[in-house]
């Protein structure tokens, strides 16, 4: 069924710079999505639309059949991670897991254990206590995704995610974000300019074009089985 659709969307923010031009797209549940093009094509701002941020200035962005904005209030059914981890470098990486968490209320045995579940999937089980600063890059990347995966998202945002991360580190977490997406049964939409990135993680690929946010071809990859 699908959860996302881009209906003719336009988007021009109040400095006239077109960021979409009738971009159209409809995203069935459990793809793997890439959004790829070269830098300033638009495709931040079309992830950002999926979450809320910004509205349309012609045309719908529609989440789950909804507004993106009303399904942020009243779910954690959409979780973003962006290319900076945006750890809080005063809390340990457990607690950096926990607080969104414990932010909105309820068991706290139940939080830890999610917690402690999502941080053994993305192998950082040893490293509780660490604060960020004490983390690589990468390890900084995995505690962003357990943090975005504890609330257990339907869907998963992801702006050049690794685009930071030295050749072999970004390798290793694609795999590892593969098994994830597998196991976790979500959909995700990922940003990047990384053409072996896109081929090699998704299920689809939008190619958008420098001509200000279109949508130049679909591609359909056959991912390889593990
Ligand atoms: P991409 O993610 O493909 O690099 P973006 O969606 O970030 O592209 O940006 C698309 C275009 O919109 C670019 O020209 C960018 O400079 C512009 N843009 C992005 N955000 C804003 C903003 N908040 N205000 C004005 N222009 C913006
Ligand atoms: P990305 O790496 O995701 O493409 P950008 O560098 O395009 O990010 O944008 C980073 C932030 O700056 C975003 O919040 C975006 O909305 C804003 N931004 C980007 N381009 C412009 C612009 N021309 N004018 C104002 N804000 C912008």
Redesign the pocket.
Known sequence: SEVVAFQQVSKV???G?V?LSNFHLSIKEGEFISFL??????????LRMVAGLGEATNGEVKVFDQKPLDVIRNSNDIAFVFQDANLLPWRSVLDNVLLPLELRGGNKKVHKETALRVLEMVGLKDHLKSYPRQLSGGMKMRVSIARALAAKPKMLLMDEPFAALDEITRQTLQMELLEIWRKEKMTILF?T?NVYEAVFLSTRIAV?SAR??RLSSMIDVKLPSI
Request: charged share 5%.
């Open positions: 923010y109040n400095t710079t960021a093009g070269p830098s300033g094509c638009g495709k931040s701002t079309a940003v300019h958008m200000p946010g």
